[in-house]
């Protein structure tokens, strides 16, 4: 049939409310955008389902996808209970709208928790109103129809009717009450917990233009921005006027920012930086003429900060006493005086870029006082505020599409992209791509933040942890950490041991730092979990039996610790001992913990690791050769995320991922700062794992409890790394407490 | 200056500087984005593509070097998809990004044109080259095994859509 889009009937479920609302999806805090961000107005079907006369079904998928599966996900939350066969549907993205989708964005594991169940009453709401059609059509009760695949079936008179042909008669009709929206039972779902491949996999297999860098918009100039590789530098002097005259190049200009900030901690998103932009007919014409520029910058306050330095600042700090207090529970200098053994040790690992495959980028039409942007922002609400400001529009003015992103994790939390590229299609008077250079996306990143942790911790006579003592040594100042750079009161083991001290120093420091894939977990997982590994031996006692003592000890009258690293809008609840005793034991099941006879050389190593509510415990396989280089033979993860796994295919894809990543966080990557600013400028200097080295097997299981499901993107990294720092001891007796392994003489084989 | 070359069975005409990689005269002056920028130093070799047959990083290779040699990109590996590798990264559910697929694909392509069959090692060290950021290394090679796999039992040819 030709022109169906034209006979498309939408559900316009709204109408006929009145005007009002259809029903309240809302669950307090959990669509407040971002954290502290005001409650979210409530879902309407309407914005999310439309279905033609042809039954084909297209849901809006309404996050921002960035690799993590969102754009299925959710989409198959509402077919579920829509109740609608999956080659039927089809899905559209989302533009930004908070009015009609709520939160639109990709950060802290959240859309499995937030979406769980108002995604599916979407689908359930849309499923009673073809119901409802169906039963007015026949005249018949609607307690007589069910629905399937997409049909509403009448068993007692043997007719059945599809939701295509229903489409028109649910235009404006009566909404379903909430409270009458009945929810599939699990045993029921025939999309939930089916693995689906990857909507758009055809047409990334065919080189389809997806992602951010490949939009191309009517009459647009390619934009490169050079900025002072010290954050808040200004431009003193260029041959900018010889670069105009280059050939392909369309204009060149610089960017004022007087008020940048000049804080000794950078804020989360400080938006526009200056800077020199040069537009060209095409990307390449423009970096071409980028390389013989000529800036002379007034690099600022920030220029003398080195690597070198922050780590001889931090050796002189743990000698000293700390400046600031987190928690305190017992007395932990007293325990450790009577401890039976005293294990001591200082760890660190340094600042990581994120490297997004796809370098930052983002195009911009500026007309008329109107922006219209496509970003792969994670956070687009966020990132149109700050444009707003900066230029200074209303958001109203500035229409966002949402476009696939080559990678994420935490990246692109951030908006400097969105307000440079706005910016500087405002100044040129042009549509405009900014696309930012390899090196640009290295040297400008929002890196996780490195770190020391001086631990004490005492072991009594039957092999018990009575005391721990942490000086967490980061940056910031004052009071205040720098972005992602702090720990919370209630980071583990904190309830687990009695006498318990977290204690901090702070130094500046002069780049900008945020979150990356599991926040804080990433390194403090590592930390943690080695240094239980060396209490462990200390005590004599099997690593994976001494961390089940360990999770039998909490201690009730204390407050459960929050979810380590769980930035992810709205406050996680605490570690449940029980379910983490769970996920170790299954491990230590899974990969034959204590019953595998390995050959020289050779170890397994365990960790466990609570983040943005997920449950993970992982056993790593290694085996070093004589001259330290590491082979991961295999890694098995176990997960507990709540009662169901939504799409097992992309699950599971995500966990090895997660363990991929880990790695190569672990043996490949550091920042480092000299002169205040990135010393590494490209894959060659900052790695990542490749093929060969990737462990040949990573055995995945999800493990199923009563609880809601929530997210995996980030919970399932954080344990990788101190299982592999672990095995290596196991194999060689030699003990990693520096990151990245390089600097302990490890290799990845 | 001028630049006759053959893409995707196709003859363009470009008129563009000598040393501009074809990278960028593929994405930005043919319009063709399916060859993807990831480093510009041949580091992650998301810019793969075939020349004459062969893999090649775009980001590295002058327009000048390309001469009469074929140019295939992701776009022309096949008319519509169906090529047996386009298809096991489908079936295997490969992605999660994406962004380095297009190269993925393109060498695990030319691979296959060559060793029909090959082992994990073969696979290992014909991919080594290709960054994944996401860590989708598994089911590459589950991919891989799985294109030479339909390929072996369609007795299917691993030709592209035109002639190379």
């Known amino acids: ?749 | 200056m001028a630049y006759k070359l053959n893409v995707n069975g196709h003859t363009s005409t470009v008129d563009v500087p000598g040393d501009m990689p074809l990278l960028w005269v593929l994405r930005d002056v043919l319009d063709l984005k399916g060859t993807k920028y990831g480093c510009g130093i041949g580091q992650c070799a998301a810019c793969t593509v075939h020349l004459a047959g062969k893999p090649a990083k775009a980001c590295l290779t002058p327009v000048s070097a390309v001469g009469a040699q074929a140019i295939t990109t992701v776009e022309g590996l096949s008319a519509d998809g169906t090529h047996p590798v386009q298809v096991a990264w489908q079936e295997i559910d490969v992605p999660q990004c994406g962004y380095c697929q297009a190269g993925q694909i393109m060498a695990a392509a030319a691979l296959l044109s060559k060793t029909p069959k090959p082992t994990d090692k073969d696979i290992d060290t014909a991919m080594n080259g290709n960054l994944c950021r996401c860590g989708t290394y598994l089911r590459i090679r589950k991919a891989i095994h799985k294109a030479a796999e339909m390929t072996s039992a369609s007795a299917g040819t691993l030709q592209t859509a035109h002639k190379e």
């Open chain 1, 1 to 749: 049939m030709k022109n169906t889009f034209n006979r498309r009937s939408f559900l316009k479920v709204s109408a006929v409310a009145g005007g009002g609302v259809l029903f309240s999806l809302q669950t307090p805090g959990l669509f407040a955008q971002g954290r502290g961000g005001a409650p979210a107005p409530p879902l309407n079907a309407n914005n999310f389902i439309k279905v033609d006369a042809n039954g084909i079904v297209t849901i809006i998928a309404k996050n921002p996808e960035t690799g993590q599966g969102v754009r299925n996900m959710l989409p198959m939350l509402i077919a579920e209970e829509l109740d609608v066969d999956w080659k039927n549907v089809r899905l559209e993205q989302a533009d930004l709208d908070d009015t009609k989708y709520t939160a639109q964005s990709s950060g802290g594991s959240t859309a499995t928790p937030t979406a769980w169940i108002p995604m599916r009453q979407v689908g359930a709401a849309g499923r009673m109103m073809f119901v409802t059609a169906a039963a007015q059509t026949w005249n018949v009760p609607a307690s007589q129809l069910t629905t399937k695949s997409g049909q509403v079936i009448h068993s007692a008179s043997n007719k059945s009717i599809g939701y295509g042909e229903l489409a028109s008669k649910v235009a404006g009709m009566p909404s379903p009450d909430e409270a009458s929206l009945k929810l599939k039972d699990p045993s029921e779902y025939k999309i939930i917990g089916h693995s689906h491949v990857a909507y758009d996999v055809k047409a990334i297999a065919t080189g389809k233009p997806l992602f951010g860098i490949d939009v191309s918009v009517p009459g647009m100039q390619y934009a490169v921005f050079e900025k002072c590789g010290v954050f808040g530098g200004k431009v003193a002097s260029s041959n900018i006027d010889e670069i105009k005259k280059m050939p392909g190049i369309k204009n060149a200009f610089i960017v004022e920012r007087p008020d940048v900030s000049m804080d000794a901690v950078i804020p989360g998103d400080p938006g526009l930086e200056n800077g020199i932009a040069i537009l060209g007919e095409t990307w390449w014409h423009a970096q071409a003429a980028r390389r013989k520029l000529q800036v002379t910058w007034n690099e600022g306050p920030r220029a003398s900060g080195s690597s070198t330095a922050h780590a001889a600042k931090a050796a002189e700090m743990m000698k000293q006493a700390p400046q600031k207090a987190i928690r305190t529970d017992g007395d932990a200098d007293g325990a450790l005086k009577s401890a039976a053994k005293v294990v001591e040790a200082t760890y660190s690992y340094p600042h990581i870029s994120h490297a997004t495959l796809e370098p930052q980028n983002c195009t911009a039409i500026f007309k008329d006082g109107k922006l219209e942007m496509w970003t792969n922002s994670q956070q687009p609400l966020r990132g149109r505020q700050l444009v707003a400001d900066t230029l200074g529009l209303t958001p109203k003015d500035i229409k966002v599409h949402m476009v696939r992103a080559g990678g994420g994790f935490g990246r692109r939390l951030t908006n400097d992209y969105m307000v440079e590229a706005a910016w500087i299609a405002k100044q040129a008077g042009v549509p405009v791509k900014l696309v930012w250079s390899r090196e640009d996306d290295m040297q400008h990143d929002y890196y996780r933040p490195g770190g020391w942790q001086h631990i004490v911790a005492g072991v009594d006579s039957s092999g018990k942890l009575v005391a721990w003592k942490n000086h967490f040594l980061s940056f910031g100042q004052g009071d205040t950490f720098a972005q992602a750079a702090g720990m919370g009161p209630t980071e583990f083991p904190q309830r687990f041991i009695p006498n318990y001290a977290l204690h901090s120093s702070v130094q500046p420091l002069g780049i900008k730092t945020g979150a990356l894939r599991a926040p804080s977990s990433n390194a403090f997982a590592f930390v943690i979990q080695s240094f239980l590994d060396e209490c462990a031996h200390a005590a004599g006692k099997d690593p994976v039996e001494f961390r089940l003592a360990l999770l039998n000890s909490a201690i009730e009258q204390q407050p459960a610790p929050a979810a380590g690293g769980g930035r992810g809008g709205f406050a996680a609840p605490g570690l449940d001992p029980d379910r983490m005793k769970a996920v170790v034991q299954l491990a230590a099941e899974r990969s034959g913990w204590g019953k595998t006879k390995l050959p020289r050389g050779s170890g397994m190593g365990v960790a466990f690791h609570f983040s943005h509510r997920g449950y993970f415990a992982e056993v790593a396989q290694v085996k070093v050769d004589p001259a330290n280089k590491v082979r991961v033979e295999k890694v098995w993860v176990v997960g507990d995320v709540g009662s169901q796994i939504i799409n097992p295919s992309g699950a599971e894809n995500l966990t090895q991922g997660a363990i991929v990543d880990g790695l190569s966080e672990m043996f490949a990557q550091e920042i480092t700062v000299e002169k205040g600013r990135v010393v590494q400028n490209n894959y060659h200097q900052h790695g990542m794992v490749r093929m060969a080295q990737a462990p040949p097997e990573i055995d995945v299981f999800y493990s199923k409890t009563t609880f809601t499901p929530t997210g995996i993107g980030e919970p399932a990294l954080p344990p990788v790394l101190p299982a592999v720092a672990n095995a290596i001891f196991a194999a060689t007796g030699k003990r990693v407490r520096s990151l990245p392994l390089s600097k302990s003489g490890f290799t990845l084989a």
